[in-house]
């Protein structure tokens, strides 16, 4: 396939990556592989022991593992939504940054449910949930939704490289053999005929027409196996929004934060720019104050209506002696902070949205901590079992190695999928982008590093 | 009489071979037709749990220690349960009048062997249904038969029960009189099998002479009431789903999967049409 000399420009700077792995992505891959390996140790400890070495008891039965899974789903709306929603809207700033929400998206979807499983004690009886599904239950909803949802992801994600892999296997790379092969089977032949170009548009409108639908259909999913249960602090009307709100605003914390990353490691100044942190910091505040008035709303009303198990939870909610301040970490810096990062001109700047963004995702993952542990702490009926470890609930190390093991996975399926294809997708800039990225560029501050071309 | 034991061993030398004592509850229940069943139920308390030891073998001996016979031997199940019937024939009274049993238990790797003995003296429990006008009444009758003839039981209590689904449910109890007579009045809108049968139990419950005595007998008393399976109506709780929910299922998962089905085929359009001079 020809290139223009803007593609054959994005391309001539991206091939070192893809050709060599390199020492860096070596110890890299070995520090998360070592994380990994750490993980599986405490899995096994896990199976062979029971789910005793965990701290999950009587009464609180979900915990880090599912705080994790809510997670990792909700961050995979980086690339369904914002992706898909950008892609109808043909906005074209998007071109450099949808491959790596797409990614995200993929990697998020796989490492999302695998919680899941961490969390069932019988593995064993994993196949019911396929041979005995209940269609009236959330849990097979849940199943049948991420399932279609993963494999939507992964068609968007693919149908968007096939043009790249056409690229890579007619460059010739300096690659092994057997990933030359790859490419070509999976480039399915692709050459830039009209007749190609067409059934790629054709498809790429259909996923991104259904991915924003299904995508709030998963999370709304998701949402219902809390809400649908009378359990104070669960049961509420708007958990589906405030959960599809909550995975859009995280899933666009850890693409700003991805996008900071790549951005430095692979000198991409030239294509992911100012500009595009600063667009997705507008998204973000957008989604933090529409997320903020969802939570103002929903504990608000819980408080408003004085009732007993409600009040219970948002007791333990507001006091410093139980989760009061991780409350206050999650409210402050998963609303105030980025609002604030982003309407002031001084901090509207990639690194300081990057770091907002750090701190939003992490007060994202407490606000899942927060909405799952505190409800199961305060059950309707009085505790049978009054051990300590039964009325608190205390993740142990095997949780938090297992958790950590997940975090190092999604890293690793990154570093590995980056030496596989370009970040930037090359197909994507026809000469038209080549102005419109120009003028882009010329607005980068002066503490950009612009690599000259 | 029921009773339990632990088997005598010496608890130092237990710990160190790390063996453990069964704990044998062993009684009898006398029935109207003059038979017994013996029922015997084993545990042991290992590493500080109470387990029942299911799949061993219980030996059932009868007759004075001297002369015992055995008569025969059952499994434990899965309560640690086993018990057999002796027939009528199969029964000897000591000079007392007193039916002596005994149940061996064959201990098996880290589980001791033991026995446990007991001894009741013969007698029997009848019941008779009586009806007077609208009020329906058993009549419990109680009977020694050590003596080798039928002398009546006065001043006893026996109670009546109804057989529900897992076990039964008492309806009364009344002291039988110097014929050893007692009578009790049965509630006449209990729900019986489709035919509106009851079955009636009169039972003398761990009496300190006779031990467990017990008699049946079934009446059309009842309500009849079908446990035929019915086809449950489609919601929330039960095994079909709702109409609505199922038609929502379809539609959507038809739509997403479809999407993907129409871009797959896409796909293979694309495929198909590659220049062949590109190659």
Not at chain 1, 272 to 289: P, Q, S
Request: hydrophobic content about 45%; proline content about 5%; charged content about 20%.
């Amino acid at each position: 396939m020809e290139l223009n000399s803007f593609q054959q420009k994005a391309f001539d700077q991206q091939k070192p990556t893809i050709e060599k792995f390199g020492r860096r992505t070596w110890g890299w891959t070995l520090f998360f592989l070592a994380w990994i390996g750490f993980g599986g140790y405490a899995l096994y400890l896990q199976i062979a022991d029971g789910h005793i070495v965990t701290g999950m008891r009587d009464n609180v039965v979900w915990g880090l593992y599912i705080a994790n899974f809510i997670f990792f789903i909700g961050i995979s709306y980086a690339g369904a939504v914002i992706s898909g929603i950008l892609h109808i809207l043909k906005v074209e700033w998007r071109k450099p940054i949808i491959r790596i929400a797409e990614m995200i998206t993929v990697i998020a979807t796989l490492i999302g449910p695998v919680f899941i499983l961490l969390c069932v004690g019988r593995f064993d009886r994993l196949h019911h949930l396929i041979l005995y599904p209940r269609l009236q239950s959330p849990i097979t909803w849940d199943v049948l939704a991420i399932s279609t949802y993963f494999a939507g992801s992964v068609i968007f994600l693919y149908l968007a490289l096939i043009k790249d892999f056409a690229i890579y296997r007619d460059a010739k790379l300096k690659v092994p053999k057997w990933r030359q092969k790859i490419y070509k089977a999976l480039a399915i032949g692709y050459r830039g005929t009209p007749s190609q170009k067409k059934h790629i548009k054709i498809s790429m409108n259909l996923m991104a027409i259904i991915i924003i639908p299904l995508a709030i259909i998963v999370h709304s999913v998701l949402s219902w196996i809390f809400g649908m249960t009378l359990r104070p602090g669960w049961h509420s009307t708007i958990f589906g929004p405030y959960f599809v709100l909550a995975a859009i605003y995280s899933g666009t914390g850890v693409l700003i934060m991805a996008m900071w990353v790549y951005r430095r490691m692979y000198k991409l100044y030239d294509y992911i720019t100012d500009k595009h942190f600063i667009y997705l910091g507008y998204i973000m505040l957008v989604l933090g104050a529409a997320y903020g008035y969802f939570t103002f709303s929903e504990y608000l009303t819980g408080w408003f209506g004085s009732e007993k198990w409600e009040n219970e939870v948002l007791h333990k909610l507001f006091s410093p002696s139980e989760y009061g301040w991780w409350f206050l970490f999650a409210n402050v810096c998963g609303i105030l902070l980025p609002i604030f990062t982003v309407a002031f001109p001084k901090t509207r700047k990639p690194g300081w949205i990057a770091l907002a963004s750090l701190f939003m995702v992490m007060a994202m993952w407490v606000k899942r901590y927060l909405i799952i542990v505190p409800t199961l702490e305060s059950p309707l009926l009085p505790m049978q079992d009054t051990r300590m470890d039964y009325v608190h609930y205390s993740p142990t190390w095997v949780e938090w190695a297992l958790t950590l093991a997940g975090i190092a996975t999604f890293f690793l399926f990154f570093t590995l999928m980056s030496k596989f294809v370009t970040i930037i997708p090359i197909s994507e800039f026809a000469d038209k982008e080549k102005e419109l990225i120009k003028e882009v560029s010329a607005t980068t501050s002066k503490d950009s590093k612009v690599v000259p071309a | 009489m029921p009773c339990k034991l632990f088997a005598q061993t010496d608890t130092t030398a237990k710990e160190e071979a790390k063996t453990f004592s069964p704990l044998i509850e062993f009684k009898s229940i006398q029935k109207s037709d003059n038979s017994v069943d013996l029922r015997a139920s084993v545990k042991s308390k290992i590493n500080g749990t109470l387990t029942t030891l299911a799949g061993y073998k219980i030996e059932f001996k009868e007759g004075p220690d001297s002369v015992a016979k055995k008569i025969g031997e059952a499994i434990t199940d899965g309560r640690g349960v086993a018990i057999i019937n002796c027939k009528p024939d199969q029964l000897t009274t000591d000079a007392e009048g007193k039916l002596n049993f005994k149940a061996s238990f064959t201990g098996k790797d880290s589980i001791e062997s033991g026995e446990e003995v007991l001894a009741v003296k013969r007698a029997r429990l009848e019941i008779t249904p009586v009806k007077d006008d609208s009020i329906l009444n058993v009549k419990v009758k109680l009977m020694d038969l050590s003596t080798g003839t039928e002398t009546p039981v006065d001043s006893t209590e026996v109670g009546v029960y109804v057989k529900r689904l897992f076990s039964a449910l008492k309806l009364g109890a009344g002291t039988t009189d110097e014929a050893g007579e007692a009578t009790i009045e049965v509630p006449s809108n209990l729900p019986g099998d489709d035919k509106g049968n009851l079955t009636l139990l009169a039972r003398l419950d761990e009496n300190e002479t006779y031990g467990n005595l017990e008699a049946s007998v079934m009446q059309p008393w009842g309500t009849p009431v079908s446990y035929e399976v019915k086809e449950l109506p489609r919601a929330l709780w039960s095994p079909h789903p709702p109409i609505w929910m199922l038609v929502t299922f379809v539609v959507l998962m038809t739509a997403v999967w479809g999407h993907y089905i129409v871009i797959i085929f896409e796909l293979f359009r694309l495929r198909k049409e590659e220049p062949k001079t590109a190659v």
